[in-house]
């Protein structure tokens, strides 16, 4: 179809030509919003890297959790070796000390039950790991006697040169006192020290 246009020509509409002109404010526009985006992407990218970053974080602390877990109940059980080493060591030094004495355990024990007064018996006699020979007994008597029976039994010990030549100290470690069918009864505690 033809097209006659009748007006005039300076009432005529143009038809707009491509313009390759140059504007400063419409470029100016084009490069913020380009540098604005742009901005906003690396912000968006080191965000993400951030995240990703902190989740791969999380899983190791995780992983490493359980893997604490699973040495904690090692630990606990190497613990409870090396107590019972400790203990086992201790044990082989009180040996070691026992071992070495000049003395023979016949000997003393027979010159300890030498010692033993009438009423006075023995319950426990051994040695600990504080290098002490400990006599645990109890005296029965029918008077007050009990206690002062305790005090002479351990000045028969001290004085015996035979039998205390191998300790440095006696010493009463406890006492408990009982009445039993109206009778004295005292428990007691010796300690002798080895030199």
Same mark, same amino acid.
Request: proline fraction near 2%.
């Given at each position: 179809m033809i097209e006659i246009n009748l007006l005039p020509e300076e009432l005529r509409k143009k038809k707009s030509e491509p313009c390759f002109c140059f504007n400063p404010n419409v470029e100016a526009e084009k490069l913020? $919003?380009?540098? &604005? /985006? &742009? !901005?906003? /992407?690396? =912000?968006? =990218?080191?965000?993400?890297?951030?995240?990703l970053?902190?989740?791969? #974080?999380? !899983?190791? *602390?995780? &992983?490493l959790l359980a893997r604490e877990k699973n040495f904690s109940g090692r630990l606990s059980q190497i613990d409870s070796v090396n107590k019972e080493i400790a203990v086992l060591k201790a044990k082989m030094s *009180?040996?070691?000390? =026992?071992?070495? #004495?000049k003395f023979l355990w016949t000997e003393k024990l027979n010159q300890l039950s030498d010692l033993v007064l009438? &009423?006075?018996? $023995?319950?426990?006699?051994?040695t600990d790991s504080e290098n002490r020979l400990i006599i645990e007994g109890s005296v029965f008597s029918k008077s007050e006697e009990a206690m002062a029976s305790v005090g002479k039994f351990m000045k028969n010990v001290?004085?015996?040169q035979q039998f205390f030549k191998d $300790?440095?100290?006696?010493? =009463?470690?406890s006492v408990q006192r009982k009445n039993k069918e109206e009778r004295d009864m005292v428990d007691f505690k010796i300690a002798l020290y080895f030199q």
């Open positions: 913020k $919003f380009w540098i &604005g /985006g &742009g !901005a906003v /992407g690396i =912000l968006i =990218l080191i965000v993400m890297i951030l995240f970053g902190s989740f791969i #974080r999380k !899983a190791q *602390i995780n &992983g *009180i040996l070691d000390q =026992l071992t070495k #004495r009438p &009423g006075i018996w $023995f319950t426990h006699v051994y001290k004085d015996d $300790f440095k100290n006696i010493k =009463l470690e």
